[in-house]
């Protein structure tokens, strides 16, 4: 039993501190998971900007729910950006992989934003989510315009 416990502790350890690149089986496993987590994170985020342009009622509640599941979205895509995967049914630049550092600061600035969105949901101040979801929307649309193929 301790030897069971003990296999499994380091399997687990193994699996949590394997580069990125050995958690997908083939390159087009991390090109779908990056663009499910992305198609996932706009739609919440897509239902607070609804609400935040006024184009559907504002709800608190459904606000501060959908912001919660994008702040958690946006954590996800960025390890699924593995070298080898700017290939295959992606619009991922190659700069993705070329100018890494400038990719991951974009994807950090976004994730820096989404929290704010998130928080300012929770205090269920309208004007201070259109304020974050707009700063949101723009990070979102830099790095679309540096990094994603038309
Ligand atoms: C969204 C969404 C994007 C961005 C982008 C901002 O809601 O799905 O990709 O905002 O349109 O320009």
């Known amino acids: 039993m301790k030897t069971l416990a003990s296999l499994v502790?380091?399997?687990?350890?193994?699996?949590?501190?394997?580069?990125?690149?050995a958690q997908f089986a083939k390159p087009e496993d991390a090109i779908?998971?990056?663009?499910?987590a992305l198609t996932i994170m706009?739609?919440?985020f897509?239902?607070?900007?609804?609400?935040?342009?006024?184009?559907v009622p504002f709800d608190a509640k459904v606000a501060a729910d959908n912001a919660a599941i994008a702040e958690t979205m946006s954590k996800l895509p960025w390890t699924a950006f593995v070298p080898g995967s700017d290939a295959g049914d992606t619009k991922a630049k190659?700069?993705?992989w070329s100018d890494n550092a400038k990719f991951k600061e974009a994807a950090e600035k976004m994730q820096g934003e989404m929290v704010k969105v998130a928080a300012a949901a929770r205090t269920g101040n309208i004007d201070a989510i259109k304020s974050a979801v707009g700063a949101t929307g723009g990070t979102c649309k830099a790095?679309?315009?540096?990094?994603?193929?038309e």
């Open 42 to 44: 706009a739609t919440h």
């Open 94 to 96: 190659s700069e993705i």
């Open 32 to 36: 779908k998971y990056r663009k499910s």
């Open 9 to 21: 502790l380091a399997a687990a350890a193994i699996t949590l501190s394997a580069p990125a690149s």
């Open 143 to 149: 790095c679309h315009d540096a990094f994603r193929k």
């Open 46 to 55: 897509g239902r607070v900007g609804a609400m935040a342009n006024g184009r």
